[in-house]
Protein backbone atom coordinates (compact mmCIF):
# COMPACT_ATOMS: atom_id res chain seq x y z
CA UNK A 1 0.00 0.00 0.00
CA UNK A 2 2.89 2.41 0.87
CA UNK A 3 4.83 1.62 -3.04
CA UNK A 4 1.39 2.02 -4.26
CA UNK A 5 1.22 5.75 -2.60
CA UNK A 6 4.57 6.38 -3.07
CA UNK A 7 4.64 5.52 -6.54
CA UNK A 8 1.08 7.76 -7.22
CA UNK A 9 2.23 10.29 -5.35
CA UNK A 10 5.47 10.21 -7.16
CA UNK A 11 3.30 10.67 -10.83
CA UNK A 12 0.92 13.46 -9.42
CA UNK A 13 4.28 15.65 -8.63
CA UNK A 14 5.73 15.09 -12.43
CA UNK A 15 1.87 15.78 -13.36
CA UNK A 16 1.75 18.51 -11.42
CA UNK A 17 5.27 19.83 -12.46
CA UNK A 18 4.20 19.62 -16.17
CA UNK A 19 0.67 21.57 -15.51
CA UNK A 20 2.88 24.36 -13.83
CA UNK A 21 5.22 24.49 -17.15
CA UNK A 22 4.61 27.70 -19.11
CA UNK A 23 2.38 28.19 -22.08
CA UNK A 24 5.29 28.34 -24.51
CA UNK A 25 6.50 24.82 -23.85
CA UNK A 26 3.23 23.18 -24.02
CA UNK A 27 2.71 24.20 -27.36
CA UNK A 28 6.33 23.38 -28.41
CA UNK A 29 5.84 19.73 -27.46
CA UNK A 30 2.52 19.74 -28.55
CA UNK A 31 3.99 20.65 -32.27
CA UNK A 32 6.61 18.02 -31.46
CA UNK A 33 4.15 15.55 -31.18
CA UNK A 34 2.11 16.05 -34.34
CA UNK A 35 5.50 16.45 -36.59
CA UNK A 36 6.40 12.99 -34.98
CA UNK A 37 3.33 11.51 -35.70
CA UNK A 38 2.79 13.38 -39.55
CA UNK A 39 6.57 11.70 -40.07
CA UNK A 40 5.38 8.17 -39.10
CA UNK A 41 2.37 8.15 -41.20
CA UNK A 42 3.67 9.63 -43.76
CA UNK A 43 6.86 6.86 -44.03
CA UNK A 44 4.38 4.04 -43.55
CA UNK A 45 2.07 5.23 -45.89
CA UNK A 46 4.75 5.74 -48.79
CA UNK A 47 6.49 2.45 -47.88
CA UNK A 48 3.19 -0.16 -47.54
CA UNK A 49 0.75 1.61 -49.92
CA UNK A 50 2.86 2.30 -52.62
CA UNK A 51 2.37 0.09 -55.55
CA UNK A 52 3.57 -0.30 -59.09
CA UNK A 53 0.78 -1.46 -61.71
CA UNK A 54 0.37 -1.89 -65.52
CA UNK A 55 2.85 -3.59 -68.02
CA UNK A 56 5.22 -2.39 -70.66
CA UNK A 57 6.91 -4.18 -73.32
CA UNK A 58 10.71 -5.31 -73.65
CA UNK A 59 13.44 -5.79 -75.97
CA UNK A 60 15.73 -8.53 -74.91
CA UNK A 61 16.73 -11.60 -76.35
CA UNK A 62 15.58 -15.06 -75.05
CA UNK A 63 16.09 -14.87 -71.22
CA UNK A 64 17.38 -17.46 -69.33
CA UNK A 65 15.14 -18.09 -66.43
CA UNK A 66 16.52 -18.41 -62.89
CA UNK A 67 18.70 -20.96 -62.03
CA UNK A 68 19.17 -21.97 -65.51
CA UNK A 69 23.04 -21.56 -66.70
CA UNK A 70 22.36 -23.26 -69.88
CA UNK A 71 23.39 -20.75 -73.39
CA UNK A 72 20.79 -19.38 -74.94
CA UNK A 73 19.67 -19.93 -78.87
CA UNK A 74 19.33 -17.16 -81.38
CA UNK A 75 21.30 -14.68 -79.08
CA UNK A 76 20.36 -10.96 -80.32
CA UNK A 77 23.92 -8.94 -80.81
CA UNK A 78 23.76 -5.57 -78.51
CA UNK A 79 25.50 -2.57 -79.86
CA UNK A 80 28.66 -2.38 -80.95
CA UNK A 81 31.73 -1.52 -78.35
CA UNK A 82 33.62 1.67 -79.49
CA UNK A 83 36.57 2.72 -77.75
CA UNK A 84 36.71 6.46 -78.27
CA UNK A 85 40.05 8.15 -79.42
CA UNK A 86 42.49 10.39 -77.38
CA UNK A 87 43.03 8.11 -74.64
CA UNK A 88 39.27 7.86 -73.71
CA UNK A 89 38.93 4.10 -73.48
CA UNK A 90 42.32 2.84 -74.61
CA UNK A 91 43.58 3.22 -71.47
CA UNK A 92 40.89 0.39 -70.61
CA UNK A 93 42.00 -1.98 -72.67
CA UNK A 94 44.98 -3.37 -71.92
CA UNK A 95 43.06 -3.94 -68.28
CA UNK A 96 40.12 -5.60 -70.41
CA UNK A 97 42.21 -7.59 -72.38
CA UNK A 98 44.01 -11.07 -71.16
CA UNK A 99 47.27 -12.06 -72.16
CA UNK A 100 49.21 -10.97 -75.27
CA UNK A 101 47.83 -9.62 -78.49
CA UNK A 102 46.32 -13.70 -80.08
CA UNK A 103 48.83 -15.10 -83.12
CA UNK A 104 47.75 -18.14 -85.11
CA UNK A 105 50.06 -20.57 -83.27
CA UNK A 106 48.66 -19.44 -79.94
CA UNK A 107 44.78 -20.22 -80.70
CA UNK A 108 46.24 -23.80 -82.77
CA UNK A 109 47.87 -24.53 -79.20
CA UNK A 110 44.47 -23.98 -77.56
CA UNK A 111 42.22 -26.13 -79.87
CA UNK A 112 45.21 -28.88 -79.38
CA UNK A 113 44.99 -28.77 -75.45
CA UNK A 114 41.22 -28.25 -75.48
CA UNK A 115 41.21 -25.31 -74.18
CA UNK A 116 38.33 -23.14 -74.71
CA UNK A 117 38.81 -20.47 -77.50
CA UNK A 118 38.25 -16.67 -76.81
CA UNK A 119 34.65 -15.89 -77.39
CA UNK A 120 35.08 -12.07 -77.61
CA UNK A 121 37.53 -10.44 -78.94
CA UNK A 122 38.96 -6.56 -79.83
CA UNK A 123 39.81 -5.63 -83.16
CA UNK A 124 42.37 -2.52 -83.28
CA UNK A 125 43.20 -0.78 -86.66
CA UNK A 126 46.49 -0.30 -86.94
CA UNK A 127 48.24 2.30 -89.13
CA UNK A 128 46.59 5.33 -87.59
CA UNK A 129 48.07 5.98 -84.50
CA UNK A 130 46.18 9.03 -83.65
CA UNK A 131 43.04 7.66 -83.87
CA UNK A 132 42.64 4.36 -83.75
CA UNK A 133 39.48 2.32 -83.98
CA UNK A 134 38.77 -0.56 -81.61
CA UNK A 135 35.65 -2.77 -82.98
CA UNK A 136 34.28 -5.79 -80.92
CA UNK A 137 33.90 -9.13 -82.67
CA UNK A 138 33.03 -12.77 -81.91
CA UNK A 139 35.12 -15.32 -83.10
CA UNK A 140 33.69 -17.69 -85.18
CA UNK A 141 36.24 -20.34 -86.70
CA UNK A 142 39.79 -21.04 -86.89
CA UNK A 143 41.74 -22.64 -89.71
CA UNK A 144 45.39 -22.53 -90.01
CA UNK A 145 46.73 -18.82 -90.02
CA UNK A 146 43.29 -17.93 -91.15
CA UNK A 147 40.20 -17.02 -89.04
CA UNK A 148 36.73 -15.87 -88.89
CA UNK A 149 35.12 -13.51 -87.39
CA UNK A 150 31.53 -11.71 -86.64
CA UNK A 151 31.45 -8.22 -85.82
CA UNK A 152 29.36 -7.33 -83.22
CA UNK A 153 26.38 -4.62 -83.53
CA UNK A 154 26.71 -3.70 -87.01
CA UNK A 155 24.62 -5.14 -90.37
CA UNK A 156 23.89 -8.76 -90.30
CA UNK A 157 26.41 -9.58 -93.10
CA UNK A 158 29.32 -8.69 -90.66
CA UNK A 159 31.68 -11.69 -90.90
CA UNK A 160 35.06 -10.91 -91.78
CA UNK A 161 37.81 -13.32 -92.72
CA UNK A 162 41.45 -12.28 -91.44
CA UNK A 163 45.17 -13.63 -92.08
CA UNK A 164 47.86 -13.69 -90.25
CA UNK A 165 50.61 -11.66 -91.85
CA UNK A 166 53.57 -10.67 -89.45
CA UNK A 167 53.90 -12.80 -85.74
CA UNK A 168 57.16 -11.03 -84.23
CA UNK A 169 57.19 -10.89 -80.49
CA UNK A 170 53.95 -9.04 -79.29
CA UNK A 171 53.84 -7.46 -82.67
CA UNK A 172 51.59 -9.77 -84.28
CA UNK A 173 49.29 -8.52 -87.14
CA UNK A 174 46.02 -9.67 -89.65
CA UNK A 175 45.10 -8.81 -92.98
CA UNK A 176 41.58 -8.20 -93.57
CA UNK A 177 41.15 -10.95 -96.63
CA UNK A 178 37.26 -10.54 -96.95
CA UNK A 179 34.83 -8.12 -95.44
CA UNK A 180 31.66 -5.75 -96.46
CA UNK A 181 31.97 -3.00 -94.01
CA UNK A 182 33.13 0.18 -94.89
CA UNK A 183 34.85 0.85 -91.68
CA UNK A 184 36.39 -2.47 -92.39
CA UNK A 185 37.82 -2.71 -95.65
CA UNK A 186 39.61 -5.34 -97.50
CA UNK A 187 43.47 -5.47 -97.49
CA UNK A 188 43.23 -3.53 -93.53
CA UNK A 189 45.65 -4.38 -91.04
CA UNK A 190 44.46 -5.00 -87.48
CA UNK A 191 45.69 -6.68 -83.97
CA UNK A 192 43.29 -8.55 -81.89
CA UNK A 193 43.11 -8.97 -78.09
CA UNK A 194 41.16 -11.73 -75.94
CA UNK A 195 38.50 -9.79 -74.29
CA UNK A 196 36.27 -12.70 -73.26
CA UNK A 197 35.98 -12.48 -69.01
CA UNK A 198 37.13 -15.22 -66.61
CA UNK A 199 35.40 -16.46 -62.97
CA UNK A 200 37.57 -14.66 -61.48
CA UNK A 201 38.71 -10.79 -61.66
CA UNK A 202 41.34 -9.28 -62.94
CA UNK A 203 43.66 -7.78 -60.30
CA UNK A 204 43.13 -4.09 -62.08
CA UNK A 205 39.02 -4.51 -61.30
CA UNK A 206 37.90 -2.31 -58.39
CA UNK A 207 35.83 -2.87 -55.49
CA UNK A 208 35.94 -4.88 -52.43
CA UNK A 209 35.15 -9.03 -52.73
CA UNK A 210 31.74 -9.39 -53.81
CA UNK A 211 31.23 -6.17 -55.63
CA UNK A 212 34.43 -5.92 -58.43
CA UNK A 213 33.63 -3.93 -61.73
CA UNK A 214 36.03 -3.02 -64.61
CA UNK A 215 35.10 0.16 -66.22
CA UNK A 216 35.40 -1.52 -70.23
CA UNK A 217 34.74 2.08 -71.68
CA UNK A 218 34.85 5.27 -70.68
CA UNK A 219 32.27 8.29 -71.20
CA UNK A 220 32.93 11.88 -72.19
CA UNK A 221 29.56 12.94 -70.31
CA UNK A 222 29.73 15.60 -68.03
CA UNK A 223 28.86 14.58 -64.67
CA UNK A 224 27.53 18.04 -63.13
CA UNK A 225 27.12 19.24 -59.76
CA UNK A 226 26.52 18.18 -56.81
CA UNK A 227 22.54 17.92 -55.83
CA UNK A 228 19.93 16.43 -53.73
CA UNK A 229 19.32 13.05 -54.69
CA UNK A 230 16.13 12.73 -53.63
CA UNK A 231 16.48 9.58 -51.15
CA UNK A 232 18.11 10.98 -48.50
CA UNK A 233 21.87 11.97 -49.86
CA UNK A 234 23.81 14.28 -52.32
CA UNK A 235 25.18 13.28 -55.82
CA UNK A 236 26.62 14.31 -59.28
CA UNK A 237 23.58 14.89 -60.93
CA UNK A 238 24.73 13.40 -64.20
CA UNK A 239 24.82 9.72 -62.54
CA UNK A 240 21.61 7.40 -61.76
CA UNK A 241 19.62 7.47 -58.48
CA UNK A 242 17.44 4.74 -57.11
CA UNK A 243 14.67 5.95 -58.39
CA UNK A 244 15.83 6.53 -61.97
CA UNK A 245 15.09 4.69 -64.84
CA UNK A 246 17.87 3.69 -67.29
CA UNK A 247 18.51 2.57 -70.95
CA UNK A 248 21.10 -0.28 -71.45
CA UNK A 249 22.60 -3.21 -73.48
CA UNK A 250 23.96 -6.17 -72.04
CA UNK A 251 25.82 -9.30 -72.16
CA UNK A 252 25.72 -12.23 -69.67
CA UNK A 253 28.24 -14.29 -69.03
CA UNK A 254 27.83 -17.45 -67.30
CA UNK A 255 31.02 -19.15 -65.66
CA UNK A 256 31.09 -22.90 -65.62
CA UNK A 257 33.85 -25.57 -65.51
CA UNK A 258 37.27 -26.12 -63.57
CA UNK A 259 39.18 -23.74 -65.67
CA UNK A 260 36.65 -21.17 -64.96
CA UNK A 261 35.70 -20.05 -68.46
CA UNK A 262 32.29 -18.29 -69.41
CA UNK A 263 30.25 -18.40 -72.00
CA UNK A 264 27.55 -15.93 -73.52
CA UNK A 265 24.24 -16.64 -71.40
CA UNK A 266 22.22 -13.69 -73.41
CA UNK A 267 22.98 -10.50 -75.30
CA UNK A 268 19.89 -8.04 -74.94
CA UNK A 269 18.87 -4.57 -74.35
CA UNK A 270 16.48 -2.67 -72.30
CA UNK A 271 14.67 0.72 -72.29
CA UNK A 272 13.09 0.50 -69.00
CA UNK A 273 15.28 -0.58 -66.46
CA UNK A 274 14.96 0.84 -62.95
CA UNK A 275 18.42 1.38 -60.83
CA UNK A 276 16.28 0.01 -57.52
CA UNK A 277 15.40 -3.40 -59.26
CA UNK A 278 19.21 -4.50 -59.58
CA UNK A 279 19.11 -6.78 -57.12
CA UNK A 280 22.93 -7.79 -56.73
CA UNK A 281 24.45 -4.66 -54.87
CA UNK A 282 27.48 -4.91 -57.28
CA UNK A 283 25.71 -3.89 -60.25
CA UNK A 284 23.20 -1.55 -58.66
CA UNK A 285 26.27 0.63 -56.46
CA UNK A 286 28.17 0.70 -59.88
CA UNK A 287 25.38 2.03 -62.13
CA UNK A 288 24.95 4.62 -59.72
CA UNK A 289 28.75 5.25 -60.89
CA UNK A 290 28.19 5.28 -64.49
CA UNK A 291 27.88 8.03 -66.85
CA UNK A 292 25.73 7.63 -70.59
CA UNK A 293 27.79 5.87 -72.79
CA UNK A 294 29.91 4.16 -70.39
CA UNK A 295 30.84 0.56 -70.06
CA UNK A 296 31.75 -1.46 -67.23
CA UNK A 297 32.21 -5.05 -66.44
CA UNK A 298 30.79 -6.95 -62.97
CA UNK A 299 31.36 -10.42 -61.17
CA UNK A 300 28.55 -11.63 -59.17
CA UNK A 301 29.59 -14.55 -56.95
CA UNK A 302 27.40 -17.60 -57.05
CA UNK A 303 26.07 -16.69 -53.29
CA UNK A 304 24.28 -14.07 -54.16
CA UNK A 305 20.91 -14.70 -54.08
CA UNK A 306 18.84 -11.60 -55.03
CA UNK A 307 19.28 -11.92 -58.74
CA UNK A 308 16.94 -9.26 -60.48
CA UNK A 309 18.02 -7.69 -63.00
CA UNK A 310 15.88 -4.36 -63.57
CA UNK A 311 12.71 -5.69 -63.50
CA UNK A 312 10.24 -6.20 -60.88
CA UNK A 313 9.92 -9.81 -59.97
CA UNK A 314 9.54 -12.60 -61.75
CA UNK A 315 9.92 -10.75 -65.44
CA UNK A 316 13.96 -11.23 -65.45
CA UNK A 317 16.61 -12.85 -63.25
CA UNK A 318 20.47 -13.24 -63.82
CA UNK A 319 21.07 -17.21 -64.39
CA UNK A 320 22.66 -19.16 -60.77
CA UNK A 321 26.03 -19.44 -60.27
CA UNK A 322 28.97 -17.61 -60.92
CA UNK A 323 28.30 -14.77 -63.87
CA UNK A 324 29.96 -11.66 -65.10
CA UNK A 325 27.59 -8.82 -66.52
CA UNK A 326 28.84 -6.34 -69.34
CA UNK A 327 26.31 -3.33 -69.10
CA UNK A 328 26.76 -0.04 -71.15
CA UNK A 329 24.64 2.71 -69.90
CA UNK A 330 23.13 4.88 -73.13
CA UNK A 331 20.01 7.06 -70.94
CA UNK A 332 18.73 8.24 -67.89
CA UNK A 333 15.16 8.59 -67.42
CA UNK A 334 14.58 10.61 -64.03
CA UNK A 335 12.16 9.24 -61.52
CA UNK A 336 10.67 6.64 -63.57
CA UNK A 337 10.06 4.47 -60.74
CA UNK A 338 6.78 6.57 -60.43
CA UNK A 339 5.82 5.87 -63.70
CA UNK A 340 6.75 2.39 -64.10
CA UNK A 341 4.31 0.25 -65.89
CA UNK A 342 4.43 -3.41 -64.16
CA UNK A 343 3.29 -6.38 -66.28
CA UNK A 344 0.77 -8.38 -65.28
CA UNK A 345 2.85 -11.37 -63.82
CA UNK A 346 5.06 -8.99 -61.82
CA UNK A 347 1.86 -7.21 -60.41
CA UNK A 348 0.42 -10.93 -59.59
CA UNK A 349 3.94 -12.01 -57.92
CA UNK A 350 3.56 -8.34 -56.04
CA UNK A 351 0.15 -9.25 -53.98
CA UNK A 352 0.84 -12.45 -53.52
CA UNK A 353 3.68 -11.33 -51.45
CA UNK A 354 1.83 -8.84 -50.04
CA UNK A 355 -1.25 -11.56 -48.74
CA UNK A 356 2.17 -13.42 -46.69
CA UNK A 357 1.49 -14.28 -43.24
CA UNK A 358 4.78 -12.50 -42.36
CA UNK A 359 4.44 -9.54 -44.20
CA UNK A 360 0.75 -8.92 -42.75
CA UNK A 361 2.32 -9.55 -39.48
CA UNK A 362 5.28 -6.59 -40.25
CA UNK A 363 2.31 -4.63 -41.79
CA UNK A 364 0.18 -4.85 -38.52
CA UNK A 365 3.48 -4.05 -36.05
CA UNK A 366 4.26 -0.76 -37.91
CA UNK A 367 0.71 0.41 -37.80
CA UNK A 368 0.91 -0.11 -34.02
CA UNK A 369 4.27 1.84 -33.73
CA UNK A 370 2.61 4.37 -35.26
CA UNK A 371 -0.16 4.79 -33.08
CA UNK A 372 2.08 4.18 -29.83
CA UNK A 373 3.16 7.75 -29.38
CA UNK A 374 -0.62 8.81 -30.09
CA UNK A 375 -2.10 6.53 -27.26
CA UNK A 376 0.89 7.63 -25.09
CA UNK A 377 -0.86 11.27 -25.36
CA UNK A 378 -4.75 9.88 -24.80
CA UNK A 379 -3.76 8.07 -22.08
CA UNK A 380 -1.80 11.64 -20.90
CA UNK A 381 -4.57 13.83 -20.90
CA UNK A 382 -7.35 11.60 -19.80
CA UNK A 383 -4.98 11.20 -16.32
CA UNK A 384 -4.85 14.51 -16.70
CA UNK A 385 -8.77 14.99 -16.73
CA UNK A 386 -8.90 12.79 -13.56
CA UNK A 387 -6.43 14.26 -11.73
CA UNK A 388 -8.20 17.74 -12.13
CA UNK A 389 -11.28 16.02 -11.49
CA UNK A 390 -9.78 14.92 -7.69
CA UNK A 391 -8.96 18.21 -6.61
Same mark, same amino acid.
Given at each position: ??????????????????? #??????????????? *????????????????? /??????????????????????????? !???????????????? +?????????????????? /????????????????????????????????? &??????????????????????? =?? +??????????????????? *????????? #??????????????????? #???????????? =??????????? !?????????????? &?????????????????????????????????????? =????????????????????????????????????????????????????????????????? =??????????????????????????????????
Amino acid at each position: MKLHEARTSAWMRRYVYTL #SRPPSQHLACSLWRV *VLLATMAFTACRSLCFT /LTASGPIKTGNCASRGDSRPVKNVRRR !RGWRIKVHGIGLAELA +NVASGPPLSSSGLQSRIG /LRMPLPKRVALQLEGSASSPQILEASLCNVKGK &CLMIEILGVSADALVELQEIDAK =GD +NITWCVCSSTLMTLPEGAC *VSLRDITPC #SEAPSTATGADGMKNLKMQ #SSEADPGSVVYN =GVGGLQLEGYP !RDVDGISCTFTVWC &CTGASGSCTVVEDGEDSDALVCEFGPDCIKEGLKGMLP =GETRRFWIPAEIEDRRFGRPPPDRYLPGGCVVVDVTLHSITREAVFTYNMSKEAFEFSMEKERLP =GRILLRAIGVCVQFLPFAWYIQQQQAGDTFDNLK
